[in-house]
Every structure is written in C-alpha cells, then in structure tokens.
C-alpha cells in the first residue's frame, strides 16, 4: 500500500466520525498547547535573564571572596577565607588585559535630605565603576579618581532618587546624610531602568571605602572586572588568579566569568522550562490514553471491515499499518491545532501584554509535535496489534 | 487447478473435537462451476473457506496451480488470496464509509496501484456488473442487490482464478438473487472458476457440476443431469 494512500484512507476513516475525531484530537491538541505556552514562557524568561545580564557588556568577570565548593560547605564557615579588599583591587587593575577593576559593596540604606528621607539601594563602588558598565552622568561627575583607602564623603544620586529628593531642584553640591555620614553630592545619573528587579535609579552611590564602613564589613561583596574585547578569557582568568593567589597564600575566592553566569543560569532556567514542560506532558499523556481508548473502540467496531481487508489478501503488517496511522494522524492534527492555538496566544500576548516575555522556540515546537505524534504512535500499537492479529475468519463472522 | 488431499478440519469445543471436515478428497479444474449443497453444519463453509485461504486444514494437502498452499506462512496466503481468489460474501461486507467505487479499488489500493488505474478499472468492472450510474453512492444508499454486485465487482477487479461464493443470494429477493447469478455465470463462461454454497436447490442445479456434502464428508459429486 502507497503511503499516500495510506494515508488518504485513514484520513477518510478520521473524517468519518468527526465528532469523536475532533474530540480526541483536542486532548492532543491541548497538551501541546500546554507545551508550547509554557516552554514559551520559560524561554522568553531564559532571553530576558540573558538580555539583563548582557546589557552592560559581556566582557566583565565577578571575583568574589571564598571558594566556592563541590562539597557544598559553605565557604564563609570556613576561616581560611582572607575577604577580599580594596588594595585586592587595586592589584587587579595591573592584570593582564584588564581595563577596570571596581570594588563593590551594596545594601540598603536611607537618604536624607532637604527635610525627606528615602529608602534606596546603597552600591559602594570603586570610580571606575560608571566607565566599565557604561552609565553615564548626566549631570556634574562621577566618584572621584581618590585614593580607594581614603575616599571623600561624595555621593552619586540615581535619576530618580534626585528627582524623589530635590524634585526640579540642582542636587550638586548638597548635602546629604546616609547612615550616620554626611555626604556631599558631586553628580547625577542618567536613568538605567531596571536590572533582574532591582531598581537602578532609585540609587545612590558611594565609595567603596565608605560603603565597607557603613555596612561594617571587613571585605568587599565582589570586584568586578572589565577586560579588553579581543582578550582571551582564559589568560585573563589566569592573571587575575596568579595575583590573588600571591596575596592570599590559597585559593580563597572565586573567578566567575560572564560565560559562566550566564551558564549557571541558563541551566537553572532550562530545568525550570523543562520542569513546566513535563507538565505540560502530562496532559499530552491525558491526550494519549483518550487515542488509546478510541482506537480501542475503532478497532472493535470495525471487525468485519479487518476481515474484509484481510480476506481480500492484506496482510497483517498493513492491517496494524492503517490503525496506527490513524492514531498517529490523529495525534498529528490535534498537535497541529495545538501549535496553531499556541502560536495565536502567544501572538496575543506579545502585541496585548509585551511586558510578559514569551518566546516560541522552534526546537520546542517540534519536540511537541514530535512528542505529539509519538504518543500517537504508542497509543495506537497495541490497538493496531490486536487488529492485525485478529484471525480472518472470527473477523469476518462478528455482525 | 485445485487438489484436496485427506484434508481435515477439526475444531475443539471443550472435550470434545468437531470433525467439520473429514478426509475430504477433491480435484477442481480451471473455469469449473461447481455447486456445494448439504444439510446444515455439513461443513459447506468450512471447504469454501479452505479452498479460499481464510482457513488452514488441520491435515492434508492444498495443491493451488500445483503448488502446495497447505501450510504457508500468513503473509504469503494473503498475497495468494489477492491474486488468485474473490471471495462474495451471504452478507455482501462493504465498507459502509466508502463509496461503491471506493470499495471496489480496495483489493488495488492495497497492492499499491496508482490512483488512474485504480479508478478506470473500478469504473469498467462496476460497468459491467451494470453499476454505471452508482459510482459514488455508499452502501447505505444501494438496495440488497446493488451491493452485492459491489461486492462482486471488488471480487473480480484482480481477475483472480476462482471466484468463491458463500449463499450469494441468502439476503437478496429473487429477482436480484437472479440476476447476481446470471453475472456470476457470466463471469464463469469468460473463463472464472465459480464455486458456489448454497441451500437453494433451483441454484445449485444450474451448476455442471454438484458437490454434496453430508457430516464433513463429499456425500456424491455428480454432473449437471442434462433435462
Ligand atoms: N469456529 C468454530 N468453532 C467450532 N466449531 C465450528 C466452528 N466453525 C464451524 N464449526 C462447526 O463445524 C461444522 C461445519 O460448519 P460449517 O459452517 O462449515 O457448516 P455449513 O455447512 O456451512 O452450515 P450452514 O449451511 O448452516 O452454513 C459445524 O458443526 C459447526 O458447528
Ligand atoms: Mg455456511
């Protein structure tokens, strides 16, 4: 038999019960549809997460204090940990290829100022810091170039923390007081927007050297590292290791890479996506069992026309080939009008809601399709089975 | 040609074994018209059916066009029935979803036939049992008669050898059930074998030759009594 005739003649057995059909079908098409919106939705978080960690450049390294373990202590318990200090990063700017080398505290904190107080997100960084991530001022300057261990009280205000603040009023020169210090406040920046939630405007930035006082830590969270373009990772890696590793005695810290942040992420993110699609898979199971018990049902009511087709010289092999072709048909357009409805939701969204990150994979779509068609396939062997090996005869005999 | 040596069909039914067939001993040759006629549960279906290849004898030998069919694999039978057998059945089996021409290019559809021929042959065969005008109606809208004409133009599409019939008329009023014979006859002297069961001893008469069968034995197997 031609395959084409194949099936033409399962499409004819489909189309013959069209309710029963569409029915099975849809509880294909609605696992797919689970499949897809929610492997949408984990891929759109994958490339938002991706998109927040790139925006600043990709060529930056994190050093940050204690090793971190298979073994799963965690490193701080540990006190052969030396933190990691200001003069460690000052060290690190004479590594090979390395352009910046910024120390950075952060924590909350509160501003006061021109009689209001406003709570925001307190980053303590070395005076590189605006020219590695590229956020410009926009108005007076960034911290100034000081000596790191004996950095002015000068403050750097967020867009929207001056605005909070002086409202239209000129915030340079001010005074301001966070914590117990008094600062004064030598710029401001250009609004950023916001990174993973953390609002980057609603900010203030200080010295890293006062920062460790007002949080009263002895080292700093991290250095941040922005290397040369066309450097190779790995000798930039090695020098900024050799360094430490002189200042330290031992391996004490950890180097992580962009490429590995992004690493560690994308496969918490994949098991999240995959997780959701499992999900989804049950209901294509759900899906499965109804072609099962349709073709169960199939099979048994068409007992003569099997014995029909076997007395007329078919074989077995082509009896079990029509069955499961029409469960796998079956499957294949209730995935197909899965996909269809997906592809349409997520259209919806991303023109209503555009916020929500949705992203279609076209890998995703068509292991769903694959995965569709598949259970088609299982659901459909042992009905196909018992049709072939139903004896000729007996067939024949059932009216 | 068809050669039946010993051949036994016996089925188990609890203890006990049902000799349906009994060392049945029977030559057919090419463009025969043979009729089989017998009391009830004499075995007439059960000879049909192993002369057909739906049913294997439990002993003895089936020689078709001299080579031995007794004891082939399943897939091979199937390829023998397709080429070589029609079958008509008492109770016509069309399949109700497909149209007379539909139903009648199955047995090509299956051996892979392309679409052009399929239809043309289908088109000719059910012209000549006289279904011009009802191409495309489906069984539930062909009277008794009409379908088993259906059913024998599927039978005869391959051009197969024997065409077997088992009480072709049983569902059919007299009139359609003669004019089903008189195609089936017709069939016969263009150069088809016709093995015909039936309880209908007006029908079985017409065949040359009579088969009767008593408790799974040949009981006489007499010529056609010229009037
Ligand atoms: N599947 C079966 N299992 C057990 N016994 C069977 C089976 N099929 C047929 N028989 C027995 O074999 C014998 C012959 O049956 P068969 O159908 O050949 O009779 P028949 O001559 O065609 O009768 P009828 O004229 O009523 O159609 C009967 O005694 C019947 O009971
Ligand atoms: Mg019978």
């Known amino acids: ?399 | 040609m068809i050669k039946l040596r010993g051949i036994c069909r016996d089925y188990e039914v609890g203890d006990e074994t049902v000799h349906a067939l009994d060392h049945i001993e029977l030559d057919i040759a090419a463009g025969e018209y043979i009729s089989i006629m017998g009391p009830s549960g004499s075995g007439k279906s059960t000879l049909l059916n192993i002369l057909g290849l739906l049913d294997k004898p439990t002993a003895g030998i089936y020689e078709l066009d001299g080579s031995d069919v007794s004891d082939l694999p399943d897939d091979h039978l199937a390829q023998v029935r397709r080429q070589k057998i029609g079958f008509i059945f008492q109770s016509f089996h069309l399949v109700s979803r497909l149209t007379a021409h539909e139903n009648v290019e199955l047995p090509m559809l299956l051996m892979g036939t392309n679409k052009k021929e399929r239809r043309q042959r289908a088109e000719e065969v059910l012209d000549s049992v006289g279904l011009r005008s009802r191409l495309d109606h489906r069984p539930d809208q062909l009277s008794g008669g009409e379908r088993q004409r259906v059913a024998i133009a599927r039978a005869i599409v391959m051009r197969p050898s024997f065409l077997l019939a088992d009480e072709p008329t049983g569902n059919l009023d007299s009139k359609s059930g003669g004019e089903i014979i008189s195609i089936v006859e017709d069939l016969n002297s263009q150069g088809i074998g016709l093995v015909v069961v039936t309880h209908d001893p007006d029908l079985g008469d017409r065949a040359r030759r009579h088969l009767r069968m008593v408790d799974g034995r040949i009981h006489s197997d007499n010529p056609r009594k010229s009037a």
């Not at chain 1, 020169?173 to 004064?184: S, V």
Request: hydrophobic share 50%; glycine share 12%.
């Open chain 1, 1 to 399: 038999m031609k395959f084409i005739d194949l099936i033409q003649f399962t499409a004819q057995a489909i189309f013959s019960h069209r309710l029963r059909s569409t029915l099975t079908a849809i509880g294909i098409g609605v696992g797919v549809l689970a499949v897809v919106l929610l492997t949408a939705i984990g891929e759109g978080v994958n490339r938002f997460v991706v998109e927040q960690f790139t925006q600043f450049g990709t060529t930056t390294i994190a050093v940050q204090p204690g090793k971190s373990s298979t073994l799963g202590i965690n490193p701080a318990v540990l006190n052969s940990v030396r933190p990691l200090s200001l003069a460690d990063a000052v060290a690190l700017e004479r590594a090979p290829y390395v352009l910046y080398s910024v120390p950075a505290v952060s924590g909350a904190g509160s501003i006061e100022a021109n009689n209001r107080e406003r709570n925001v997100n307190v980053f303590a960084v070395g005076p590189g810091f605006d020219r590695a991530f590229k956020f410009n001022v926009n108005i007076g300057s960034f911290l100034p170039p000081d000596n790191l261990e004996r950095a002015r009280p000068v403050a750097v205000l967020g867009a929207m923390a001056a605005a909070e603040i002086f409202g239209s009023g000129n915030p340079l020169g001010q005074r301001i007081r966070i914590g117990n210090e008094r600062y004064r406040v030598v710029g401001v920046m250009e609004p950023k927007g916001e990174m993973l939630g953390i609002d980057l405007d609603d900010t203030v930035y200080i010295p890293a050297a006062r920062g460790l006082e007002m949080f009263n830590r002895t080292g700093l969270h991290e250095i941040d590292i922005l290397y040369a373009e066309d450097a190779p990772v790995d000798e930039v890696v090695a020098g900024i290791r050799r360094i430490l590793l002189a200042r330290h005695g031992g391996e004490d810290f950890t180097i992580l890479t962009q490429q590995q942040m992004l690493d560690v992420l994308g496969s918490i993110i994949d098991v999240l996506t995959l997780g959701v699609g499992a999900l989804g898979g049950i209901s294509l199971l759900v899906g499965g069992v109804g072609i099962f018990t349709i073709m169960t049902i199939a099979v048994r009511e068409r007992t003569e026309e099997i014995g029909l087709l076997r007395a007329i010289g078919t074989t077995k092999n082509v009896v079990a080939r029509i069955f499961i072709g029409e469960a796998v048909l079956l499957s294949a357009l209730g995935g197909a009008g899965g996909l269809l409805l997906a592809l349409i939701v997520i259209g919806a969204v991303s023109v209503l809601a555009p916020s929500i990150p949705v992203n279609v994979s076209i890998m995703y779509v068509l292991l769903a399709e694959l995965i569709a068609v598949l259970t088609g396939l299982i659901a459909g062997v042992l009905p196909a089975y018992k049709a072939a090996s139903l004896a000729p005869l007996d067939a024949l005999r059932t009216d």
